[in-house]
Every structure is written in C-alpha cells, then in structure tokens.
C-alpha cells in the first residue's frame, strides 16, 4: 500500500493510536544512513549500531527528536512485488528477503538518543527474516513512530533536512498511509538569504478528505 506509518499501537496494546500520536511526533531533524553499498551485498541487511557511530563521526551527534532512517536503494525496486519483497514466492512469507533494522542499533537508539521516527526504504522495520518483528515489538514499546517503504532519499543529505510524516487521525487506527516530505535549506545567495525547498518522499499518496 506504498508509504505507510505504523503507530506504536501497531506492536503495543498501550501505545498510542492514530487519532492519539501527538503532531511533534511526526516531524524531526532527517538522519539518514546510507548502507546502500551493503545492503547490494546482502539482501538480508541489518544496519548495526556500527553504522550509526560512523554516521555520526561524519556529522555529529543524532538530534535530538530525530527522524533517523535506513537508506538501502530500496524504493528502486518499487513496482516489483518481486524485487520488493525479494522473492519469486510472493504468498511464502518465509522467502522474502529485503533490508530492514537490527534490534540492538534500535536499543542503542532507545537508550542513548531520543528519536521521533523511524524509518525505511523497504516494506518493514525488520529485515525480512525476522519473522518475530523484534523491530516493531521493541519501537511501538517505546513511543516511536515507524515509516515504511519511503522514497527518493537520496533527494536529501545525510544530516541538515527536516522530515515531516503528518499522518491522518484514523480514529483507534494503528497505520496508514502517509505523505513523507522533507525540507531542506539552501544557501541561495552571498547574503545568507535561504530559500526552502520542499520534497516529497512517498511512493504512494492516498486520496483524502480531510474534514
């Protein structure tokens, strides 16, 4: 169903419902890590904790509040449900292949940042054979918002953007789908003048009557 945002009550009895997750929830400083070269490697990629402390050596400490998402080159694939799903056996479960994140990098997150959001570019949090959904269990018991099957990061830098996922308040609704879109400053002029550009990162925008 293309991009979609899972509430905490996705994974958690007590976690918050669509109508219940609070607006700054759903927008944060963008943090994007880029395993595209491993996860080409290894359709079954996790990103670890070591990718997390790399992306911070190269841009400093995660935000705080932040919106921190896997960029695999994932979104690549869509239109495929093979490719997607990586697999010929689309109703077997059990064969999909594709990228996702690993528990302990989401521990790590859990534990020593503070994070809105987070994200990938493929069709779960989990890497495909994870079949317990320790991702899930472990964010929805935490607060935090997950996106799925975002697009076009590659549109956006690693650090300085900001993404914003205002999803619907489906009332008692545990997902949707979700328009994702970044923000990004740039320096346009001598003078320090800055001009925002807007980018849209979902794969699929439904139709919605907002009342």
Excluded: C
Excluded at 8 to 29: A, Q
Excluded at 161 to 173: L, N, R, S
Aim: hydrophobic share 40%; no cysteine; aromatic share 10%.
């Amino acid at each position: 169903m293309g991009t979609h945002f899972d509430a905490p009550s996705h994974f958690s009895k007590t976690g918050w419902r669509l109508h219940e997750v609070p607006i700054d929830k759903m927008m944060g400083p963008g943090v994007v890590v880029d395993v595209k070269s491993k996860a080409a490697k290894n359709r079954d990629y996790a990103v670890s904790v070591d990718d997390l402390l790399k992306w911070e050596s190269k841009y400093g400490r995660i935000p705080d509040k932040a919106v921190v998402v896997m960029n695999s080159g994932w979104d690549r694939y869509w239109g495929n449900v093979n490719l997607a799903f990586g697999t010929d056996m689309f109703n077997d479960t059990m064969s999909y292949h594709f990228p996702g994140w690993h528990v302990d990098s989401v521990q790590w997150l859990i534990t020593n940042r503070n994070i809105n959001i987070l994200g990938v570019d493929t069709p779960s949090t989990d890497p495909a054979q994870e079949h317990k959904y320790p991702v899930h269990v472990l964010a929805s018991a935490h607060s935090i918002v997950m996106l799925e099957s975002i697009a076009n990061l590659d549109d956006i830098p690693a650090s300085g953007a900001m993404i914003y996922a205002p999803v619907a308040k489906y009332y008692e609704g545990s997902g949707a789908p979700v328009r994702v879109f970044a923000s990004v400053n740039d320096d346009v002029s001598s003078s320090n003048k800055f001009q925002t550009n807007v980018l849209t990162f979902t794969l699929v925008i439904a139709p919605i009557i907002f009342r």
